[in-house]
């Protein structure tokens, strides 16, 4: 079954940076747009960044010029890299991918099982 997997999470401190990446495995035909969201406690999820298979790269504005989102798209691996962290980017942040299995003629949305990010004041 096709599956994401994080990774990269961990405890920094403010002004730090920490490197995220996501994994697609299992039965991929295609992998469509990828996103990285986040959530943190009592929050709603929302969404950090994304990037198109063509490369088009989306940002909130709250990570903008701090967080660049990149993929390789031969190895189906989606990467955010954050700088400049801040208390207030603390949260659980899930990868979430557009995905067209092996035999099935559409794509739908996957998601993993989210990495924490902890920034220190």
């Known amino acids: 079954q096709v599956q994401l997997v994080e990774s990269g999470g961990g405890l920094v401190q403010a002004g730090g940076s920490l490197d995220l990446s996501c994994a697609a495995s299992g039965p991929v035909l295609r992998v469509y747009t990828m996103a990285w969201y986040r959530q943190a406690p009592g929050q709603q999820r929302e969404l950090v960044a994304q990037i198109t298979r063509g490369l088009v790269e989306d940002y909130r504005d709250s990570v903008k010029g701090r967080f660049t989102i990149s993929r390789d798209n031969a190895m189906n691996i989606a990467y955010l890299h954050m700088n400049s962290l801040k208390p207030e980017d603390t949260a659980l942040y899930y990868c979430?991918?557009?995905?067209?299995?092996?035999?099935?003629?559409?794509?739908?949305?996957?998601w993993g099982q989210g990495t924490q990010v902890t920034v220190s004041s």
């Open positions: 979430s991918a557009d995905i067209q299995p092996h035999g099935r003629e559409n794509s739908r949305t996957y």
